[in-house]
């Protein structure tokens, strides 16, 4: 079954943002969604030792299986994930396992009622301006289509009940909402950060542009040369089922997509 939040992907990219798909994202989910309210934002509480744009990837698709006497939590766990490189992977269509009991603006059924983004973070100190960059943006893009306003988006650590009982975000949500009201009112916003300049402010090298089917130029050159396939430039079809292949192969989330992870492997080759 198809479920209905298949608009994602397309709000996402119309606000300049990258997005990534998960294979099955399309029919996975716990049930349908009902009215979509707002959006929730959540961090993963990932240690900086796991490595990695999403390492949480296949937790937020399968969900957590502790061992007893914990209880499981099937997946999906959000409906997007956000990379460290403010990339958002589309995970679910459908309703996911992000909010457990808790109440904002009235709303108490969250997992019905909110999108869920799990944005790959520790919990401990700032963010990748990049990626907070990207928070603010998707927030404000997926409240724009649904006739929101800046009030339906709520942290995980503001709807969750009792209070204290979740830490997450660790940032600021009155900044945050601020900064999503100003998109939302029409603000001119300043052109979103390439994941090349973050990480030349960081003093590592700059990773290689993000490249997909329909792109063309030297780039994709390179990327068919290394994978042994007729250099015309062209990211076609079968340009992409080559990437996917070598990312199935190299455990990658097999999207066609070659981002930095990808090319961190290719680059190998």
């Not at 998960?22 to 349908?32: A, I, L």
Request: hydrophobic share 35%; glycine share 14%.
């Amino acid at each position: 079954m198809t479920f209905s939040l298949t608009w994602l992907p397309e709000v996402l990219e119309q606000a300049g943002l990258k997005v990534a798909e998960v294979p099955g994202w399309r029919t996975r989910g716990r049930g349908e969604m009902g009215t979509v309210r707002g959006v929730m934002c959540h961090h993963t509480g990932t240690p900086d030792s796991r490595t990695g744009n999403l390492p949480t990837m296949d937790t937020l698709v399968n969900g957590r299986h502790p061992k007893p006497p914990a209880d499981p939590l099937p997946g999906p766990l959000c409906q997007l994930g956000l990379g460290r490189d403010g990339t958002f992977y589309v995970i679910a269509a459908g309703k996911a396992n992000h909010a457990g009991g808790g109440k904002w603006e009235g709303l108490t059924a969250g997992n019905t009622s909110f999108i869920g983004i799990e944005a790959e973070h520790s919990g401990v100190g700032d963010w990748p301006e990049v990626q907070m960059d990207a928070y603010v943006r998707g927030v404000a893009a997926i409240l724009k289509k649904i006739g929101a306003r800046e009030n339906m988006c709520c942290g995980h650590k503001e709807y969750a009940l009792p209070k204290g009982r979740k830490p997450d975000p660790n940032f600021d949500m009155a900044h945050f909402r601020s900064e999503v009201s100003d998109l939302l009112n029409g603000k001119t916003p300043k052109p979103p950060i390439p994941a090349e300049e973050e990480a030349a402010a960081a003093g590592a090298p700059a990773p290689r542009a993000t490249i997909r089917r329909g792109d063309r130029g030297d780039l994709v050159v390179t990327l068919q040369k290394k994978l042994k396939l007729t250099a015309d430039g062209i990211f076609g079809p079968g340009t992409e089922a080559k990437v996917r292949a070598f990312q199935r192969d190299h455990k990658i989330v097999p999207d066609g997509i070659v981002g930095p992870k990808s090319w961190a492997q290719i680059d190998t080759l």
